[in-house]
């Protein structure tokens, strides 16, 4: 992410909030810095902020925006096996 971008911020607001609403030992949530640590950015792929990775075994899935629609994040979590906690 780049920490100053509005667009950022709000996609790990949003993310966040969803996140509560699953198992918190299924996940595990890294915000980086593409500013701090391009090496790792270049690594990861990431051409665009924010960039959410989702990784499910050797799976990877990238979602760029600032996450306001959920369902695509939902959708990747689920085909994972991840469902939200009852």
């Not at 971008?5 to 949530?29: F, P, W």
């Not at 915000?31 to 270049?42: G, M, W, Y």
């Amino acid at each position: 992410m780049a920490p100053r971008s509005a667009a950022s911020l709000r996609a790990q607001r949003n993310l966040e909030t969803l996140l509560t609403e699953y198992d918190g030992a299924r996940v595990t949530l890294v915000v980086r810095d593409v500013a701090t640590d391009a090496l790792q950015a270049e690594t990861d792929r990431v051409v665009f902020t924010p960039t959410l990775i989702v990784r499910i075994g050797d799976a990877v899935a990238r979602i760029v925006g600032d996450l306001v629609d959920v369902s695509a994040i939902t959708n990747v979590l689920a085909m994972g096996g991840l469902e939200k906690k009852e």
